[in-house]
């Protein structure tokens, strides 16, 4: 059966990572973060803003959020994943997930999606958890996909932060130009929904 909601604290841990509740002094840690070389991903980039900034991003993280994890590599803060738009009464919430620039390509998607997943179906008795790709980012569907998520459909989606991208003329971009479209109201990006549900995950970890 299915909890009603998400504890306050949580945590969760492998040999080489630690997941725990989201606090305040982790935007204080992320500060320190690299920006990303690769232009599709500077709205990423972690905010270069004030305490008071922090304090209204921790805020409205809290919102958004139903739950959200730190994901630390010893002392190292490396990462965030959460899940939110939660139905406890259906057992479903969505999941994002993300890594500092230089912390990516390192197996840390497949060890926190273990970790993550583990406790969503095991311990909170949770039913489906699905996710929202671009379908460029490749080395996230196939971490993805290895961790038993599904392709549920396929559509494109309106994207702000990548308004003033020149896909049209920017040499970088070329190889995966034909993800992106113009339209009279900005950029859309061809996205993918896939979808892990509680069988699948049993099939996966059975033995």
Not at 99 to 105: T, V, Y
Not at 108 to 115: A, I, P, Q, V
Not at 168 to 183: C, D, G, K, M, V
């Amino acid at each position: 059966m299915a909890i009603e909601s998400f504890p306050a604290l949580v945590e969760l841990s492998s040999p080489r990572l630690s997941l725990r509740s989201f606090r305040r002094e982790d935007l204080d840690a992320e500060t320190h973060w690299p920006d990303f070389d690769d232009l599709i991903y500077h709205h990423y980039n972690p905010p270069r803003d004030d305490s008071q900034g922090k304090d209204r991003r921790y805020l409205q993280s809290l919102r958004l959020f139903d739950l959200k994890l730190s994901i630390f590599d010893g002392e190292d803060l490396v990462g965030y994943v959460g899940l939110y738009d939660s139905n406890f009464e259906t057992g479903e919430s969505w999941m994002g997930i993300q890594f500092a620039a230089d912390r990516r390509h390192r197996g840390y998607c497949k060890e926190t999606l273990r970790l993550l997943t583990g406790y969503f179906f095991d311990e909170a008795g949770m039913k489906t958890m699905l996710l929202e790709v671009a379908a460029f980012n490749l080395p996230g569907i196939h971490c993805y996909e290895a961790a038993g998520w599904v392709t549920s459909k396929k559509f494109w989606h309106p994207h702000a932060y990548q308004r003033h991208l020149d896909f049209e003329h920017e040499p970088a971009l070329a190889p995966i130009a034909q993800h992106f479209r113009r339209t009279p109201e900005g950029v859309e990006v061809d996205y993918v929904e896939m979808v892990l549900t509680e069988p699948r995950f049993r099939e996966l970890n059975a033995g």
